[in-house]
C-alpha cells in the first residue's frame, strides 16, 4: 500500500504520540508499506521551527532528513502538476500545507493518513 502521512502524523509517529489512531499505526508499522512525506511537510516542519511555533532536538534539515531514513519513509518531491491542482481546489482547505498535500494525494491516486477532518472532505481518500 501507497500512502501520503499528512505532517502531523509524521511527528506523531515520530514522538509516539498517543493520539495516533489505531488504524493508522499498523500500517505505518508495516514496512512493506510505502509511506511518503512530501516536500510540503518538510517545508512546514523547517517553517513553524524557524518561526518558534515547533522545537525539534535538531535543526529541521537533518531531522526530516535522518527521520526519513530511519522510518524508511520515502520523499514526495511536489511537481508542477501538485502546484497547480493545490492552486485550483475549492476553498473548503485555507491550510496551503495541507492543500499541496490533497493535490498530490489526487493526482498519484493515494490516500493521506490525516487526522484532519477538512481534508476528508475533498475528493481523496483518508485513512486515520
Known sequence: ???????????????????????????????????????????EIAVKTARGRMTLPEPAESYVASRLIGEGFSPLPIQIAHAVRAGTLPPIHRDLWDR???????????????????????DVETIW
Open 1 to 43: 500500500m501507497r500512502v501520503l502521512i499528512d505532517t502531523h502524523a509524521f511527528l506523531w509517529w515520530l514522538l509516539d504520540a498517543p493520539r495516533m489512531s489505531d488504524i493508522a499505526r499498523p500500517i505505518l508499522e508495516d514496512r512493506a508499506n510505502e509511506v511518503l512525506v512530501s516536500a510540503a511537510s518538510a517545508y
Open 100 to 122: 499541496l498535500l490533497i493535490a498530490q494525494a489526487q493526482i498519484e491516486g493515494i490516500p493521506i493518513l490525516t487526522a484532519d477532518p477538512a481534508i476528508g472532505q475533498y
